[in-house]
């Protein structure tokens, strides 16, 4: 069996002998260099020496001119040494090995790469000892350690198996303390809403409006008629609401005072994906301080759905209502993507999430 050898790059090379590598004619760096040439590509085999470390052959039919700054430096001290192994390597200074991509053992492995081949060149330190550089190319890329412990392998988030553990027990028990608080709601003082809308934009209005309370009770369902859009050819697709469902119904202006009514009496205002919904409905309030109040009583379902699905089920990777309701394992009353259905759906994965959210329970 002949021992092979995985690049960096992917490409798998074979050992040969001195013997078998001459008569291919292979090259290695060192008679490349003399030769002012460079390799195009990967080696193409290699020979490992007694102490371990690697010597490259190249295939002589992919080599490349070196370019002429590189054939001759004036200034620098060549001084060839012979390594054991019989490759001649060349003194360079620390600075223009890194120009070359040569670094020391140690740099390398800060940079963590591991080096296998025999040294490319050397220099001398003030103290008369050696140091040799190595080609960070031919370097072995290892694997990256925890940030936390900086002993084992990353596994996630740039964290150790166990590191990581620990870090998601600690989020785990934080979330569980959350979603188990008794919070003391009245259940008729916490409501759900959802919107359905001619768009995405800003200038989109609301074409539907449900709004339930946690006791499942349905305090607003209605129909709203634009007054600027005409047609909503995209999402009519999504929600089923044609132009002329919506004709002969009241206008938000109209439902205004009412809504403001029913939020007034409310605690907490809940929908799934609260952003897009608040970012419409905070409308029917003229000044920036009413508006902020709305803000502060809404709560978002899916973000707390995803950070339950996040500590505790990180097999699941969709966070959409119905994702949601799956999850939980909670039956739909309605069809999906209706506003008045997926209210109440919202409605059901709060309380599953929050068992202990309303007074008394
Ligand atoms: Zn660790």
Redesign the pocket.
């Known amino acids: 069996m002949r021992n092979t050898m995985k690049l960096r790059s992917g490409a798998v090379i074979r050992e040969v002998t001195r013997k078998e590598a001459d008569a291919k004619n292979y090259l290695t760096r060192n008679v490349l260099t003399q030769m002012h040439l460079m390799p195009a590509g990967d080696p193409c085999a290699y020979e490992q020496n007694e102490d371990g470390s690697i010597i490259y052959y190249f295939d002589p039919a992919r080599v490349v001119e070196a370019p002429p700054e590189l054939w001759y430096y004036p200034t620098a001290k060549t001084d060839p040494i012979t390594l054991e192994s019989g490759t001649v390597i060349e003194r360079m200074s620390i600075k223009r090995a890194a120009t070359y991509g040569y670094y020391t053992k140690e740099r390398l492995f800060q940079m963590h790469y591991e080096v296998i081949e025999e040294p490319v060149a050397y220099t001398i330190r003030n103290d008369k000892s050696y140091m040799y550089f190595y080609d960070k190319k031919t370097a072995v890329r290892m694997p990256l350690s925890?940030v936390?412990?900086g002993?084992?392998v990353r596994y996630k988030r740039k964290?150790?198996q166990?590191?990581y553990e620990e870090e998601m027990a600690v989020r785990r028990a934080e979330g569980d303390e959350h979603r188990n608080a008794s919070y003391g709601y009245s259940r008729e003082r916490v409501l759900f809403f959802d919107l359905e809308l001619t768009g995405v934009y800003d200038h989109d209005e609301i074409i539907s409006i449900s709004i339930t309370n946690a006791l499942g009770e349905v305090i607003m369902d209605t129909l709203v008629k634009p007054v600027r859009n005409k047609k909503w050819k995209r999402t009519e697709k999504i929600h089923g609401i044609t132009p002329e469902m919506v004709q002969d119904s009241p206008t938000l202006e109209e439902l205004t005072p009412r809504i403001k009514e029913i939020f007034a009496e409310c605690d907490n205002l809940i929908a799934y994906g609260v952003s897009t919904d608040y970012s419409h409905i905070k409308y029917i309030y003229e000044t920036q301080a009413e508006r902020e109040a709305l803000h502060d009583k809404t709560r978002c379902c899916a973000n707390e759905f995803v950070r339950y699905i996040h500590e505790h089920r990180p097999d699941v990777v969709h966070a959409s209502l119905v994702d949601a309701m799956d999850t939980m394992g909670i039956a739909w009353d309605g069809i999906p993507h209706t506003s008045i259905a997926d209210t109440i759906a919202c409605q059901k994965v709060w309380d599953a999430l929050f068992p202990h959210y309303y007074q008394g329970e």
Do not use: Q, T
Request: glycine share 0%.
């Open positions: 925890c936390k412990c002993k084992d964290l150790c166990a590191c």
